[in-house]
């Protein structure tokens, strides 16, 4: 079945240094690889998807890549700030309709 | 986009009894899901819900201990039956809405259950 590993550790950052998170999986070939902010207390929020014919995609301060080769996609908050403080959750469409997610990074941005 | 809901956003219940969490969107939806996150984990899907019919679960997880009803295409309910300590975690409700040939999940704000 489909893995995904995401780095347990949180990233600790200073403010307006840009914050990359790593996404690896296995043992499938997705469409499309989802980027998802989840803060404490409250449910996922969707902020980006690339799909497998996209190297690059940005939204804002927001940048991903989709490496099919490598099996990878890195998510970039450039100029990070305290607000972008928190977990991040990289999803795998698995099937014809199930999401499979990540453990997620958590992020922290010194002031 | 969708806005959803859901009750209650928290609870503690006792060993042994049951709960029912409620999920309401703003919108009509084919598909909702439902997810559980226990502390420092992932989400792992549950079961889908559709209207019209029995809900589909996933490995592990069973109707008997979480029955779900799907009355309508905005609202759909979740059942932690026979609770013990180790069901305490975050229960969310998402739907899946197409865009583009995609398929993009807007979640709940979840509900956390302790159970004593």
């Known amino acids: 079945s489909q893995k995904i590993e995401q780095n347990s550790e949180a990233l600790n950052i200073q403010e307006g240094k840009t914050a990359t998170l790593t996404c690896n999986y296995t043992?499938?070939?997705?469409?499309?690889l989802q980027w998802y902010r989840q803060d404490p207390g409250r449910g996922p929020v969707f902020l980006l998807l690339?799909?497998?014919?996209?190297k690059e995609k940005r939204k804002e301060r927001l940048k991903v890549t989709f490496d099919t080769t490598l099996k990878q996609s890195l998510f970039h908050i450039t100029a990070s700030q305290p607000a972008d403080s928190a977990t991040y959750l990289c999803a795998l469409r698995e099937g014809s309709y199930k999401l499979i997610f990540g453990s997620g990074t958590r992020l922290l941005v010194r002031p | 986009s969708a806005v959803i809901s859901q009750k209650p956003s928290r609870d503690i219940c006792q060993r042994g009894t049951s709960l029912t969490i409620q999920c309401q969107v703003d919108?009509?939806?084919?598909?909702m899901f439902w997810y559980r996150q226990q502390p420092g984990q992932s989400l792992t899907l549950i079961a889908t819900?559709?209207?019209?019919?029995?809900?589909?679960?996933e490995s592990g997880f069973v109707i008997d201990k979480f029955p779900i009803s799907r009355p309508n295409l905005t609202f759909s309910t979740l059942t932690v039956s026979n609770m013990s300590p180790e069901d305490s975690s975050i229960y969310l409700c998402s739907v899946a809405l197409a865009s583009g040939g995609a398929d993009t999940q807007y979640f709940g704000p979840g509900t956390r259950l302790t159970v004593l």
């Open positions: 819900a559709n209207q019209g019919s029995e809900a589909t679960y």
């Open positions: 043992n499938y070939s997705p469409a499309y």
């Open positions: 919108s009509q939806v084919t598909m």
């Open positions: 690339i799909r497998e014919n996209e």
